[in-house]
Each structure stands twice: as structure tokens, then as C-alpha cells.
């Protein structure tokens, strides 16, 4: 069983900053890519950053410069620092990783269930 806990999400104003964190857990061999998501009622879900295990981060273009993206390989841990808030980034969040449970087995995709993250104008 492996689990993603996210945590950080709330209500914040325009201009303000948030920290989330996703902690995963359980039968884990490795992880390769870690990343953040978010939706709103209505749409898809949209890439607003992603990490390798190596480090190399890639954001959307909506967040590019005022998110960042990191990770603790230690912990299992991936962090978005978000800063220079918008009411457009009013989104559910969620957390997204590629890992393997054994050290040859296959790539499994997972997600958290999600946090809330609300920016008033």
C-alpha cells in the first residue's frame, strides 16, 4: 500500500504566499518523478510543476517564476513554495508521483487526494 499526504492548502489573499508538502508512504523501492497538479469545477487537470529524482524541475507556463518546486529524497517528501498568489490559482492541488514498490518492478502512477487552495482578490 502507498500512500500520498498532502498538507499546506488553505485560504490565503492575493499577493500571499503557501508552502504544500506531499509525503508518500508505504512499500516503496524508488521514486522517479514527483509533482503538483490542480483542478477546478469543470476543467482538466493542469501540470503546475514537476521534479525528478535528480532535481530537474519543469513548471507550467501559468506559475513559472513565482512557484518552486523541490523535494526530499530522504523523505519522500515534494514541496511547492508558492509565492505571489493569485485569485486564478484558486485550485484543488494535488499531489502526483512515479515510483516502483520493488526494485525491478514497474512504474506505478499515484495521487493524493487532494488540498484546497483558495486566493481572494
Known amino acids: 500500500q502507498v500512500q500520498l499526504v498532502e498538507s499546506g492548502g488553505g485560504l490565503v489573499q492575493a499577493g500571499g504566499s503557501l508552502r504544500l508538502s506531499c509525503a508518500a508512504s508505504?512499500?516503496?523501492?524508488?521514486?522517479?518523478?514527483m509533482g503538483w497538479y490542480r483542478q477546478t469545477p469543470g476543467n482538466e487537470r493542469e501540470l503546475v510543476a514537476v521534479?525528478?529524482?535528480?532535481?530537474?524541475?519543469n513548471y507550467g507556463d501559468s506559475v513559472n517564476g513565482r512557484f518552486t518546486i523541490s523535494r526530499d529524497n530522504a523523505k519522500n517528501t515534494v514541496y511547492l513554495q508558492m509565492n505571489s498568489l493569485e485569485p486564478e490559482d484558486t485550485a484543488v492541488y494535488y499531489c502526483?508521483?512515479?515510483?516502483?514498490?520493488?526494485?525491478?518492478?514497474?512504474?506505478?502512477?499515484?495521487w493524493g487526494q487532494g488540498t484546497q487552495v483558495t486566493v481572494s482578490s
Open positions: 502526483h508521483s512515479m515510483l516502483r514498490r520493488t526494485s525491478m518492478g514497474p512504474t506505478f502512477s499515484y
Open positions: 508505504g512499500s516503496i523501492a524508488s521514486i522517479n518523478n
Open positions: 521534479i525528478t529524482s535528480g532535481g530537474n524541475a
